[in-house]
Every structure is written in C-alpha cells, then in structure tokens.
C-alpha cells in the first residue's frame, strides 16, 4: 500500500516563495509518474505540474510555467514543488499524487496524498 504525504504549505504574501514536500512510504515509487494537483475554494480540481520517474521530463499547467518547478529525488522516495512568485489566485488545497506507470495531465493517478493547504495573500 502506497501512502503519500504532502508538507510545506502555509499562508504567505503575493510574490513570496514556498516548497511543498510530498513523501511516500509503503513502496518504493522510482518508477512512478509523479503530480501535483490543487483544489481552490469552490472549484474543481486542476492539474499543477508532473515529472517522469527520471525527472528529465517535467510538465506544467499554463498558469504555474515558469513560476513552478517540479522535482524529486528517487533516493528520498520524495517529490518537490518549488512555488516563485505566489499570487492570490494560487491560494487552494494541493495534492501530492503518484502513479505506477507513465501518465500525463489527465491521469490516471492511483495514489494520492492528503492535501496541504496553500493561502496567499495580496
């Protein structure tokens, strides 16, 4: 059984950095696609950013290129998003999620994390 474990999050200032961590334990998860999604008061869930078990391929939704930076570290069994440049609108819940095998920004995910909340303010 895989457990995943976001941390990290916390209330910051528009323009201000924060890294979220998300740790796994129950398998080891080098093969794994790795994904952050967020959750924003009163909408769905949207897609943040993705890396494959390498890491030589990261993928970004518009709104966070260039801004964001998906990582992890196969060795620590663990997956980094670096937040530059935080706005209001980035306030919302993040999930960790983690699949066996290649997938993209639809998914499927198997395993997911239980969120870290994310609040900037303007």
């Known amino acids: 059984q895989v457990q995943l474990r976001e941390s990290g999050g916390g209330l910051v200032q528009a323009g201000d950095s924060l890294t979220l961590s998300c740790t796994a334990s129950?398998?080891?998860?080098?093969?794994?696609?790795k994904a952050w999604f967020r959750r924003a008061p009163g909408k769905g869930r949207e897609f943040v950013a993705g890396?494959?078990?390498?890491?030589?391929?990261?993928f970004y939704a518009d709104s966070v290129k260039g801004r964001f930076t998906i990582s992890r570290d196969n060795g620590m069994n663990a997956a980094f998003l670096q937040m530059n440049l935080l706005k209001p609108e980035d306030t919302a819940v993040y999930f960790c999620?983690?699949?066996?095998?290649?997938?993209?920004?639809?998914?499927?995910?198997?395993?997911w994390g239980q969120g870290t909340q994310v609040t900037v303010s303007s």
């Open positions: 890396i494959n078990y390498s890491g030589s391929a990261p």
């Open positions: 999620a983690g699949h066996p095998s290649s997938t993209g920004v639809d998914g499927p995910y198997a395993y």
């Open positions: 129950g398998r080891a998860l080098e093969t794994f696609t």
